[in-house]
């Protein structure tokens, strides 16, 4: 199956600045988060034959585009949202979706098949699609092949991010297409990485509670040992989703201000 990424310069808290829109097959094709519409993506999008418009989850520096491709394209277009998300879909895009998608389904495009991979956790409503018969999946905002995630904030949600990684190495693609930066040639290993990191973090949140810290704010102190500067707020709930996290597992206490020891 055909598959082009344009990396569209946004708003986005990613490292370069940009975030990766894809055109999926051809007549019809599937565009996937058009964070905007520089003119090589509207010539891609009309000489692919875009029918389909998804985006893997409708954060701010995914979807900027969605509305003009939506109202523009020279065919009928579908726009798709994820099942039980058509509001989060609508408020970001200010489009209402045609149709919604849910976990499993599967979208028909010309030269083969994606499938619907629900992966929340950075967001509630983040989505992979998986190119049937060992194609690459495009993993969104859940795994960068530099750095780190944020999962924090908006309904983020630390289990599910970690179940959607779990989902991920065991879909084992030969590669993944992710919403920021370079494709990723070693999937299992840019899963494992990440994991590690946040069972790291984990243990470092819980011991910094084990130590007396009560606070999000006295524990980053604790458990972040180099100079948060502009990204301490994406920092800071993060440490929350962890603090839930760890509630959830009953590794802790957490009432939402101040986390204690069990
Ligand atoms: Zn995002």
């Known amino acids: ?67 003009r491709y939506a109202a523009h394209i020279d065919r009928p277009v579908t726009c798709w949202a994820a099942t039980g998300h058509e509001d989060r879909f609508e408020d970001a895009t200010g489009v209402a979706p ?5 976990d499993g389904d599967r979208l028909s495009l010309g030269g083969g098949t994606v499938r619907i991979v629900a992966l929340p ?24 092949r530099d750095g780190s995630v944020v999962v924090g904030g908006d309904g983020a949600n630390m289990r599910d991010y970690l179940h959607s990684l779990d989902r991920l190495a065991a879909l084992d693609p030969p590669t993944m297409l992710p919403g920021h930066g370079p494709p990723i040639e070693d999937p299992l290993a840019a899963v494992d990485r990440l994991r590690s990191h946040r069972e790291r973090r984990e243990r470092r949140v819980k011991d910094a509670v084990d130590r007396g810290a009560e ?23 993060t440490v929350i989703a962890h603090l839930e996290k760890l509630d959830a597992d009953g590794e802790l206490s957490w009432d939402g201000a101040r986390a204690t020891p069990t």
């Open 215 to 237: 606070t999000p704010d006295e524990i980053l102190a604790v458990a972040y040992e180099k100079d948060l500067a502009d990204v301490r707020a994406l920092a800071r709930d």
């Open 121 to 144: 956790g950075h967001a509630p409503d983040h989505v992979g699609f998986a190119v049937t018969d060992d194609g690459p999946a495009f993993c969104g905002d859940c795994v960068v």
């Open 98 to 102: 045609d149709a919604t998608f849910t």
């Open 1 to 67: 199956m055909d598959v082009v990424r344009r990396a569209i310069p946004t708003e986005t808290s990613a490292p370069d600045g940009t975030t990766n829109a894809y055109v999926l097959g051809r007549d019809p094709a599937l565009l996937i988060d058009p964070a905007g519409c520089p003119e090589d993506l509207d010539e891609l999008v009309e000489r692919h034959g875009v029918e389909h418009i998804a985006v893997t989850h409708a954060h701010p520096d995914h979807v900027g585009a969605v509305a």
